[in-house]
């Protein structure tokens, strides 16, 4: 069973450009969740999506966003960068369904990301 | 912002001792979980304990849930160099599904 995957890896962009970076679950799962992290901040919760619904948003600027698709696939967005974006951004998976109480996430090797 | 505050931040112990680390949060929780993070890759969960239990065993794992002081500790037993990690606990509220981690501690285990 394939994990999540997370393309790319690693990325180097320069302030004010944008990136698209992608996560691809695993087979059955709906629900994808994204978080940045950092060493300054740890680990700062962004979105969870369900079913291509945003159920959950973190504390971050609208320059952040995200979207999932039909088949679970997910996106995240980050406009007009600045150099505090530099981080590595990690995607999740979980098969439990919202209420559940057992949101297990499986999570991908990350996308790190440089602003320079 | 962070839920739970790890203790403490880093921890070295020699091969074959027993590790512990705590974990402190702030508001009620559904359940908690630990993760393990190797250097600079994804989280790999560990356990998950649940708000009405108050202790879990898994392999070398142990978890113990202290809801009166919002605390956890996960003993890792009879360490082994391949559990240098940094871990992490995680909280779940109820009715909402977002996992909220705390600070981490670094843990180096001395061969």
């Known amino acids: 069973k394939a994990g999540v995957t997370q393309t790319p890896r690693y990325l180097i962009k320069t302030r004010g450009q944008q990136v698209t970076l992608s996560c691809s679950p695993i087979?059955?799962?709906?629900?994808v969740s994204w978080y940045q992290q950092t060493p300054g901040q740890g680990l700062q919760f962004l979105f969870e999506?369900?079913?291509?619904?945003?159920?959950n948003k973190g504390n971050f600027p609208g320059r952040f966003s995200g979207r999932q698709f039909s088949n679970s696939r997910s996106e995240m967005n980050v406009s007009t960068l600045e150099l505090g974006d530099s981080a590595l951004y990690l995607c999740a998976s979980s098969l439990a369904s919202p209420g559940s109480g057992a949101n297990v996430l499986t999570f991908g090797a990350g996308s790190r990301l440089t602003v320079l | 912002s962070q839920q739970g505050e790890e203790d403490p931040q880093a921890l070295s112990i020699q091969e074959g001792e027993n590790a512990t680390m705590n974990c402190s949060y702030k508001t009620s929780i559904n359940n908690l979980q630990w993760y393990r993070q190797n250097s600079g890759r994804g989280l790999v969960h560990l356990i998950l304990?649940?708000?009405?239990?108050r202790e879990k065993h898994s392999g070398r794992l142990r978890v113990t849930l202290d809801t009166s002081k919002k605390s956890s500790s996960l003993l890792i037993t009879a360490s082994r160099a391949a559990d240098t990690a940094s871990y992490f606990c995680a909280t779940a509220n109820f009715g909402n599904e977002k996992l909220t981690f705390g600070t981490g501690t670094r843990l180096t285990i001395i061969p």
């Open positions: 304990i649940r708000s009405n239990e």
């Open positions: 087979s059955g799962h709906r629900s």
């Open positions: 999506y369900f079913s291509e619904t945003q159920r």
